[in-house]
């Protein structure tokens, strides 16, 4: 498939978990890159990675925290200067913080959930949003997550940052949609990443995996998702294929978000 062909499309978070994933797919299908990452290292594996199975994509990568307002101006605009264009954005970095209950939560940690999770996929829209605005054409998804939809227990900045991208999404699909963007954001349940197996290792640290096994049970398919599950639904929300679904949150959970 060679969808993206001629598509720019910028991915935070790409060097690990969801973002690396959907980085592969995007790769595969054409598109040219922006990747964006906090973890240097990383950033450059992942790089290297999609080059040595891809060759032929073209690759910016930059290192910047989401959470820096000055950070997610620059990738904006390297993007802009290397490829003339942005077509879609994949707002995806996020972390999970720690797991404590509302009263005995660390309060830099809290602040430091919602700098990331909720503030730096506002950066992204701030700065995004007017370039695709003079093209008249773009495509944002916003990760959300079911923590999004519902409670989690002892995840509660998590969970408040959530909702809000959620109700962001809403806004940003409401106030451009005239100029032909869309924006959306996915809800994935527990999706087999790095920061799904540290939230494990915090719930049961002498035994992760069986931390893992209780969790897959609930699922109505009786396991967890795999990083490409969720890549493939975001490819499809950064195509043109996706061009009347606008302000929604869709989850990618296996069902288990209309569990009561
Ligand atoms: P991950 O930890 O495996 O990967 C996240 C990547 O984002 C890492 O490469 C990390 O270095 C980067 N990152 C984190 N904070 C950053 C920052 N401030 N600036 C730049 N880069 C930063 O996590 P993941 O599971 O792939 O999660 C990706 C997104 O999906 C997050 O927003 C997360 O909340 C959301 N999510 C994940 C799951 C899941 O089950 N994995 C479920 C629901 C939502």
New binding site residues.
């Given amino acids: 498939m060679t969808d993206f062909k001629n598509k720019v499309i910028i991915i ?10 959907t980085a592969k797919v995007l790769a595969e299908r054409g598109a040219k890159l922006t990747l ?4 240097e290292e ?2 450059s594996t ?1 790089k290297n990675e999609i080059l040595s199975e891809y060759p032929s994509t073209e690759i910016v990568s930059i ?6 307002e000055d ?1 997610v101006k620059n990738y904006v605009d390297e993007t802009v200067k290397a490829f003339g264009r942005i077509d879609g954005l994949y707002n ?5 913080g720690r797991q404590a209950s509302i009263t005995e939560y660390d309060v830099d940690i809290f602040k430091k959930v919602i ?3 909720l503030t ?2 506002y950066y992204g829209l701030r700065y995004v949003l007017p370039v695709m605005q003079k093209q008249n054409y773009g495509r944002i998804v916003n ?6 939809i519902r409670g989690v227990l002892n995840q509660v900045p ?1 969970v408040a ?2 909702h809000a ?1 959620s109700g962001m999404t809403k806004n940003a699909a409401l106030e451009y949609g005239r100029y032909g963007i869309t924006t959306n954001a ?14 494990f290792n915090q719930i049961n640290p002498e035994n992760p995996k069986k931390a893992e096994t209780e969790y897959a049970q609930i699922n109505p398919t009786k396991r ?2 795999l ?1 490409e599950e ?1 890549a493939k639904v975001v490819a499809f929300l950064l195509s043109d294929d996706s061009s009347y679904v606008s302000g929604q949150t869709i989850a990618i ?1 296996g069902g288990q978000s209309n569990m009561y």
């Fill in positions: 935070t978070g790409a060097a690990m978990g969801l973002g690396f994933a964006v990452d906090y973890n990383s950033l992942a290192v910047a925290d989401v959470s820096n950070a995806n970095a996020g972390i999970e700098d990331i999770n730096g996929v990760v959300a997550s079911v923590g999004g998590y940052s959530k991208v996915i809800a994935p349940g527990a999706i087999l990443t790095p920061m799904v197996a540290e939230a967890l998702g990083p969720v959970d």
